[in-house]
């Protein structure tokens, strides 16, 4: 990810929010000058955070959206914000057809960071396929959109002027997180589909069309095991990767974030399965709270994978994001910890595997 460097660290994107980012982001005067001035200062400090770990590759924590997927509502009109009446967290269901807003919401962050910091920038998206299953709902969306793969196919063209517009910032990496697509990992899940073969292939079909062209940047898809729901007690889908080879390899991206850090993500001989174009963002840092991973063990992992993956290809990063839903309870400090001890585990593996450069 980092050019020519072994090993490059980096977060899958979110970062635990404070307290009063939280009631920044919940603010009713989104376009006041006070609130802009006091969010800029909160993302140069989780940058600061960030540098100061070490990192390579950075983001903005995602602290400037109201969820990582509810941040399709800045890019276009037809959704309507609530409150899930089954837990009270947040909401936004499509209730109509979907019309470009002003675009560039992603972009703008990434242009802010390009400002404070000289590391190189990831910014994600919510793919298609994740959008379709978490805002339409069979009683208030199917006005608008019959169907909820119609719904996906019209979130494409949005989400892709958003890459466009992120290349044209210079962005390092441009991220699409999918936990929908590795959904089909799980057995239980497979039950529910028809054919739950073809709904992986159209998952992955949405993504394809999303960065299809689009040159100039690194495109990657993070295949999110709902490591982050276990942050909040939720169930996780166990299952390994093996039953959505097919579409992984179909992927047109040049990078894959996995987990392997979590009970029942897989076996890394997965690796032999997947098409070697690929660079793997190897999950080696546990996300849950309460546990901090020691340096031993995240080279442990890291090493697992080198017996399959080439070293040129690998990128370290935790198994999530920090910060899953706005319901996460994380301690920052915790993860500027495990943030750390990614960074050592690296430094000692280029030491051993390298000079830490390659040609």
């Known amino acids: 990810m980092s050019e020519n460097l072994l090993f490059p660290t980096s977060v899958v994107g979110s970062i635990p929010r404070p307290a009063y980012v939280l009631d920044l982001i919940g603010r009713d005067d989104s376009a006041s000058d006070e609130r802009g001035r006091l969010m800029d200062?909160?993302?140069?400090?989780?940058?600061?955070?960030?540098?100061?770990?070490?990192?390579?590759?950075?983001?903005?924590?995602?602290?400037?959206?109201?969820?990582?997927?509810?941040?399709?509502?800045?890019?276009?009109?037809?959704?309507?914000?609530?409150?899930?009446?089954?837990?009270?967290?947040?909401?936004?269901?499509?209730?109509?057809?979907?019309?470009?807003?002003?675009?560039?919401?992603?972009?703008?962050?990434?242009?802010?960071?390009?400002?404070?910091?000289?590391?190189?920038?990831?910014a994600t998206l919510p793919a298609p396929g994740l959008l379709g299953e978490r805002m339409w709902d069979a009683d208030r969306s199917s006005k608008a959109y019959p169907t909820r793969d119609a719904f996906v196919r019209d979130c494409v063209p949005v989400l892709r002027r958003e890459v466009e517009l992120l290349r044209g910032q210079g962005v390092a990496i441009v991220?699409?997180?999918?936990?929908?697509?590795?959904?089909?990992?799980?057995?239980?899940?497979?039950?529910?589909?028809?054919?739950?073969?073809?709904?992986?292939?159209?998952a992955v079909d949405m993504v394809n069309e999303t960065v299809e062209g689009i040159e100039g940047v690194r495109t990657a898809v993070h295949l999110c095991r709902r490591a982050g729901a276990r942050c909040r007690g939720e169930a996780d889908h166990r299952g390994g990767y093996?039953?959505?080879?097919?579409?992984?390899?179909?992927?047109?991206?040049?990078?894959?974030?996995?987990e392997f850090a979590s009970p029942g993500a897989g076996d890394v001989n997965i690796f032999d399965?997947?098409?070697?174009?690929?660079?793997?963002?190897?999950?080696?840092?546990?996300?849950?709270?309460?546990?901090?991973?020691?340096?031993?063990?995240i080279v442990a992992r890291v090493e697992l994978a080198l017996r399959h993956v080439a070293p040129e290809r690998i990128t370290l990063n935790p198994d999530c994001g920090f910060a899953p839903g706005?319901?996460?309870?994380?301690?920052?400090d915790e993860v500027y910890a495990k943030l750390k001890n990614e960074v050592v585990a690296a430094r000692r593996l280029r030491e051993k595997y390298g000079s830490g450069y390659f040609s």
């Open 41 to 122: 200062a909160a993302v140069r400090s989780v940058v600061a955070m960030q540098e100061c770990a070490g990192l390579d590759v950075v983001t903005d924590g995602e602290w400037r959206r109201k969820s990582y997927i509810g941040v399709i509502a800045e890019l276009a009109h037809g959704f309507e914000l609530s409150r899930n009446p089954a837990d009270g967290r947040p909401w936004t269901i499509v209730v109509d057809r979907l019309v470009p807003k002003q675009p560039g919401f992603i972009a703008r962050e990434v242009a802010f960071l390009k400002t404070i910091t000289d590391r190189q920038i990831k």
């Open 175 to 202: 991220q699409i997180d999918d936990p929908h697509l590795c959904l089909f990992v799980d057995p239980e899940v497979r039950r529910r589909y028809d054919d739950p073969d073809a709904a992986a292939h159209f």
């Open 242 to 258: 093996e039953a959505i080879i097919e579409q992984l390899n179909r992927l047109a991206v040049d990078h894959l974030t996995m």
């Open 273 to 297: 399965m997947l098409d070697e174009r690929f660079e793997i963002g190897l999950g080696c840092v546990a996300c849950q709270p309460g546990v901090v991973d020691s340096v031993d063990d």
């Open 326 to 332: 706005s319901a996460a309870v994380v301690n920052i």
